[in-house]
């Protein structure tokens, strides 16, 4: 006789069965793990953005040009590092913690461009570009307008 033509009988399993076996071979969530993760790579970027609005104070800058000057350089190291690969791996290791500094919405910004541009400057990078940060800054224009406008109103 073939292996084949032998045939194991259907296993019945009740629901309640069948919630304990998926219990006990799904992964256990690492919600700890992940959260000092973002806490500690997101702190990291922060540092580093506020060295960097240090280092513009100290040569003469007022606090204020100094933010935006911050701002500026962790925009562009967070462009950079995504034209590099290099800030897909941070995203890997720490979540939310790179995610929510000003360099991951550069990220968000580049990498889409990066993917599309073997569609050409236009039809790829331009009409790309945006396909992620678009709707939050569409949804962040359009809230500060709202925002703005009760502001005015009640004052």
């Keep these: 006789m073939d292996n084949r033509t032998l045939r194991k009988p ?9 919630k304990t076996l ?3 071979y799904t992964p256990k969530p690492t919600l700890v793990k992940n959260v000092v993760r973002a806490f500690v790579v997101g702190g990291i970027i922060c540092a580093i953005g506020q060295i960097f609005i240090n280092l513009f104070v100290s040569i003469g800058l007022s606090s204020i040009e100094a933010s935006t000057a911050g701002t500026a ?4 190291i ?6 590099l690969g290099l800030y897909d791996e941070i995203g890997k290791f720490g979540g939310a913690g790179s995610i929510v500094p000003v ?3 550069a990220n968000s910004i580049v990498a ?8 050409g400057y236009v039809l790829g990078v331009g009409a790309k570009l945006f396909t992620i940060a678009g709707p939050v800054l569409v949804y962040g224009i359009a809230t500060s307008i709202v925002i703005g406008l009760v ?4 004052h």
């Design 10 to 18: 259907a296993i019945s399993i009740t629901p309640e069965e069948y």
């Design 22 to 24: 998926s219990q006990q």
């Design 73 to 76: 350089t962790m925009i562009f």
């Design 78 to 83: 967070g462009a950079l590092l995504t034209g």
């Design 103 to 105: 360099t991951g919405f």
């Design 112 to 119: 889409p461009a990066m993917e599309f541009k073997r569609e």
């Design 151 to 154: 502001y005015f109103l009640l």
